[in-house]
């Protein structure tokens, strides 16, 4: 079996392989890119068809069988051909995109083309096959890489025109004069102990003399902190000290604020679960809102509760990047287990990387899934 052409992993297992129309269409197991057959597959399946045929007719030609008294010799003769051509398939088949793939440079294109239809007077210079400086739009130069957004696409996560159309939306909130930052703007993000570390690290390096980190923070347990932002026009700005004051907001009231605002953006965002194709392992699902705020679910134990009556199990909760949540029953294993695999995938090749592992919140708060 060839690799998957969108991330060079096995896209799908023998047994999975030889069940119905998998042969002909599925999702990788992987990274659940949506696949069609090759043409090795489908002249290996051409194959079998006729060698059924040409041994159905062998039997009865040539052996004497009868359709209506020996069903069970012309059903095992046919098993022959079915069971040979599903190896010989499945060792020389695979898949190959639903859809074409764009290259990064005609990504890139088409978003300079989707860009230039809104501001006609941009003027745009290619640096390399994702970076580009776009000039003379309200007086701003704005350097734009496309990296994290054709990583987006070319993962399947999210269709071509939400990806661009996001970059686009980016774009122009950068282009507009910024607007006064209000409390309206304050929301609760996860990040891992790995990041606040680093955060650490870096203010050294730079100089910085005080004490602790310039923004808000509290741990959410060994893997985890939480964050406060302000969601601006312009893009996400970590909450000081300074501006909590500023807001007359008390320190204690924070992360009420910020989860009053953040089930305000669910709600305006269509927040949502959508099934993921296991293959029948087990019962898996997303969680998706906007691609910043999907891992803030995580602190917001409302919502959880919602999805556990949804799903009628506990919630076991997967964030290996801040757009990409997975959510499993504690009492589904197989679920589970395909979802710690997409996870450690995720985690290790997607941006804003978070966490590997899944989580559990209760009462006591929140822990790593432990699996009994």
């Given at each position: 079996?060839?690799n ?9 297992a ?23 057959a ?17 041994v ?8 004497g ?65 994702l ?39 980016s ?18 993000v ?30 959410i ?71 910043n ?39 589904d ?40």
């Amino acid at each position: 079996m060839k690799n998957c052409p969108h991330c060079n992993q096995r896209p799908i297992a023998f047994g999975a392989w030889c069940n119905g129309i998998n042969s002909l269409a599925t999702h990788c197991v992987h990274c659940g890119a949506k696949l069609k057959a090759n043409t090795a597959t489908w002249v290996c399946i051409v194959l079998i068809v006729i060698a059924m045929v040409a041994v159905v007719a062998a039997g009865i030609m040539i052996f004497g069988l009868s359709i209506r008294t020996d069903q069970l010799k012309l059903i095992l003769l046919l098993s022959l051909p079915v069971v040979a051509g599903s190896f010989v398939g499945y060792h020389f088949g695979g898949y190959s995109a639903a859809s074409s793939l764009l290259s990064k440079t005609e990504f890139t294109s088409l978003y300079c083309k989707s860009l230039l239809a809104r501001y006609p007077q941009a003027q745009i210079q290619f640096s390399d096959e994702l970076t580009i400086t776009i000039k003379n739009v309200n007086g701003f130069e704005v350097n734009k890489h496309l990296g994290n957004a054709y990583s987006a696409y070319s993962s399947d996560s999210r269709p071509l025109e939400v990806v661009i159309n996001e970059q686009l939306a980016s774009f122009e909130t950068t282009v507009k004069p910024e607007t006064a930052k209000t409390r309206e703007h304050i929301f609760p993000v996860v990040r891992s102990a790995d990041f606040i570390a680093a955060s650490k690290q870096q203010l050294q390096d730079a100089g910085f003399k005080g004490g602790d980190l310039p923004f808000c923070y509290e741990p959410i347990n060994q893997d985890l902190f939480l964050l406060y932002v302000l969601d601006t026009e312009t893009g996400m700005q970590y909450l000081s000290p300074e501006a909590l004051e500023k807001f007359g907001i008390q320190r204690e009231q924070l992360k009420q604020l910020g989860l009053e605002y953040l089930k305000m953006h669910f709600a305006e965002r269509h927040a949502q679960l959508e099934a993921i194709d296991t293959q029948g392992k087990g019962k898996l699902y997303r969680f998706r809102v906007d691609g910043n705020y999907d891992a803030s679910l995580l602190v917001f134990p409302t919502k959880i509760a919602e999805i556990a009556a949804a799903i009628g199990d506990t919630p076991v909760i997967f964030i290996p990047a801040r757009d990409t949540v997975f959510i499993a029953g504690k009492d589904d294993a197989d679920a589970i287990e395909f979802a710690a695999q997409l996870a450690a995938k995720g985690y290790a090749e997607l941006a804003y990387a978070i966490s590997p592992h899944g989580y559990v919140i209760d009462e006591s708060g929140c822990d790593r899934y432990q699996r009994g």
